[in-house]
């Protein structure tokens, strides 16, 4: 029987250390915090899988939660400010689910040990991951944006969006009666802040509402507090919204949160690491999730990425049989995740940041096409499908016009 370490208890590294575990590994999961600690922490980032990456899920019974959050069918992208003016929303072929993490992980993670997986709660550094490469066939960290992440190099033979850091303010709330976005997904773009995103979840006291607020770092949330309570967190992102996008504050303006801890401040740096580190004493490890992927929580590919990082990963492992995993495999491994990742770090990232012309004038356009309103937000759930259209400033452009069909 192949040993398996993982490093890091989030979506990535339970997904996969749950479906080795239902292929008969022997897998250990070191993570910092037991289900007790997941249940009863601090909110993380926000999280919604749609239909695609949810495959693996299905497949191997991980989807507890289908029945208890709402299904999300829309997705709707407004625009504010001097911006031009476009309010539509398409319709997804299939739905998306969105769960707090502090509800899936803590359940994932008392499952994994009732199904014969060790759990070593403790936190992990390079030089334990020196010795323990050594004890394992294959040591995986998915650890999010730990110190560990610094192990792995940027890669900068990556097409990168190169985009500044991003600051992502996150809180869990009640929902509110007559919010028009109750079981869609609500983008709202506007200058000076980034962008407002909201949607249904199912949170540690069941149906609620995600709101988030995202944008570069050094902007409008550049000068948020690092030690202000859970509700003058909440009452900041309100003060905000008030200032940027006043209709969406009438919306949100009694809003409640949902738990004391049910709110999270994030700052990422969207790139790309090299998937592999050789210790000194020889051993392989190799990075999975955003560890080595990081993109802009306003892309909301972060769940995505995951799921399907553990999904690939896993194939991998089965199709080694009982070959050595070495850089080869490595390598190979992390090429396939990047053929569906890889989309969202590169074109279509710089695309959805930068707004050409074009990609402006598509999203005037769809306030009157709701086939191409549709076939874009559909792209979310299918990024390299999305890139074979949207990156394409000339086929857009045909869409566009009715010169080819948008669907």
Same mark, same amino acid.
Request: glycine fraction near 8%; aromatic fraction near 8%; charged fraction near 25%.
């Given at each position: 029987?192949?040993?398996?370490?993982?490093?890091?208890?989030? =979506?990535?590294?339970?997904?996969?250390?749950?479906?080795?575990?239902?292929?008969?590994?022997?897998?250990?999961?070191?993570?910092?915090?037991?289900?007790?600690?997941?249940?009863?922490?601090?909110?993380?980032?926000?999280?919604?899988?749609?239909?695609?990456?949810?495959?693996?899920?299905?497949?191997?019974?991980?989807?507890?939660?289908?029945?208890?959050?709402? +299904?999300?069918?829309?997705?709707?992208?407004?625009?504010? !400010?001097?911006?031009?003016?476009?309010?539509?929303?398409?319709?997804?072929?299939?739905? +998306?689910?969105?769960?707090?993490?502090?509800?899936?992980?803590?359940?994932?993670?008392?499952?994994?040990? @009732?199904?014969?997986?060790?759990?070593?709660?403790?936190? #992990?550094? !390079?030089?334990?991951?020196?010795?323990?490469?050594?004890?394992?066939?294959?040591?995986?960290?998915?650890?999010?944006?730990?110190?560990?992440?610094?192990?792995?190099?940027?890669?900068?033979?990556?097409?990168? #969006?190169?985009?500044?850091?991003?600051?992502?303010?996150?809180?869990?709330?009640?929902?509110?009666?007559?919010?028009?976005?109750?079981?869609?997904?609500?983008?709202?773009?506007?200058?000076?802040?980034?962008?407002?995103?909201?949607?249904?979840?199912?949170?540690?006291?069941?149906?609620?509402?995600?709101?988030?607020?995202?944008?570069?770092?050094?902007?409008?949330?550049?000068?948020?507090?690092?030690?202000?309570?859970? =509700?003058?967190?909440?009452?900041?992102?309100?003060? &905000?919204?008030?200032?940027?996008?006043?209709?969406?504050?009438?919306?949100?303006?009694? @809003?409640?949160?949902?738990?004391?801890?049910?709110?999270?401040?994030?700052?990422?740096?969207?790139?790309?690491?090299?998937? *592999?580190?050789? *210790?000194?004493?020889?051993? $392989?490890?190799?990075?999975?999730?955003?560890?080595?992927?990081?993109?802009?929580? #306003?892309? =909301?590919?972060? !769940?995505?990425?995951?799921?399907? @990082? @553990?999904?690939?990963?896993?194939?991998?492992?089965?199709? =080694?049989?009982?070959?050595?995993?070495?850089?080869?495999?490595?390598?190979?491994?992390?090429?396939?995740?990047?053929?569906?990742?890889?989309?969202?770090?590169?074109? $279509?990232?710089?695309?959805?940041?930068?707004?050409?012309?074009?990609?402006?004038?598509?999203?005037?356009?769809?306030?009157?096409?709701?086939?191409?309103?549709?076939?874009?937000?559909?792209?979310?759930?299918?990024?390299?499908?999305?890139?074979?259209?949207?990156?394409?400033?000339?086929?857009?452009?045909?869409?566009?016009?009715?010169? &080819?069909?948008?669907?």
């Amino acid at each position: 029987m192949r040993r398996v370490l993982i490093v890091g208890g989030g =979506q990535s590294g339970l997904q996969l250390a749950l479906s080795l575990v239902a292929h008969d590994y022997d897998v250990t999961i070191m993570t910092v915090h037991d289900p007790d600690e997941l249940h009863e922490g601090r909110a993380v980032a926000p999280q919604l899988l749609y239909d695609e990456p949810r495959r693996a899920e299905r497949k191997y019974g991980l989807n507890f939660w289908d029945d208890e959050t709402r +299904a999300v069918t829309d997705f709707r992208i407004s625009s504010s !400010g001097e911006m031009p003016q476009f309010d539509w929303t398409g319709r997804l072929d299939a739905p +998306a689910y969105s769960v707090d993490e502090r509800v899936k992980m803590s359940t994932w993670l008392d499952l994994f040990e @009732a199904q014969g997986g060790k759990v070593i709660i403790h936190g #992990a550094t !390079g030089s334990d991951l020196d010795h323990l490469s050594k004890m394992f066939d294959l040591t995986v960290v998915a650890a999010g944006h730990s110190g560990l992440a610094d192990m792995f190099p940027v890669d900068t033979t990556r097409v990168l #969006a190169r985009m500044a850091p991003v600051a992502t303010a996150v809180a869990y709330v009640e929902e509110v009666g007559d919010d028009p976005d109750l079981e869609g997904i609500g983008v709202d773009l506007t200058p000076g802040l980034g962008h407002m995103i909201s949607w249904p979840t199912y949170s540690v006291s069941g149906r609620c509402r995600l709101v988030f607020l995202t944008g570069p770092a050094d902007a409008a949330l550049a000068d948020w507090p690092q030690r202000i309570s859970p =509700q003058e967190h909440l009452d900041r992102m309100l003060g &905000l919204m008030r200032e940027y996008l006043p209709h969406r504050y009438e919306t949100y303006r009694k @809003a409640s949160l949902v738990d004391s801890q049910a709110v999270a401040l994030d700052r990422a740096n969207p790139l790309v690491r090299q998937p *592999m580190v050789r *210790m000194p004493s020889g051993g $392989i490890v190799m990075g999975m999730g955003d560890t080595v992927v990081v993109t802009s929580p #306003a892309l =909301q590919q972060d !769940g995505n990425n995951a799921s399907k @990082a @553990a999904e690939i990963y896993l194939n991998s492992i089965l199709e =080694q049989g009982d070959a050595p995993f070495d850089e080869e495999f490595v390598s190979r491994t992390f090429e396939r995740y990047m053929a569906y990742a890889g989309h969202f770090t590169g074109d $279509i990232a710089w695309l959805l940041h930068y707004t050409p012309a074009y990609v402006i004038e598509m999203c005037v356009a769809a306030d009157t096409n709701q086939a191409l309103a549709d076939r874009f937000v559909n792209g979310f759930n299918d990024p390299p499908e999305l890139a074979t259209w949207f990156t394409d400033e000339a086929t857009t452009r045909a869409m566009i016009k009715g010169e &080819l069909p948008a669907r």
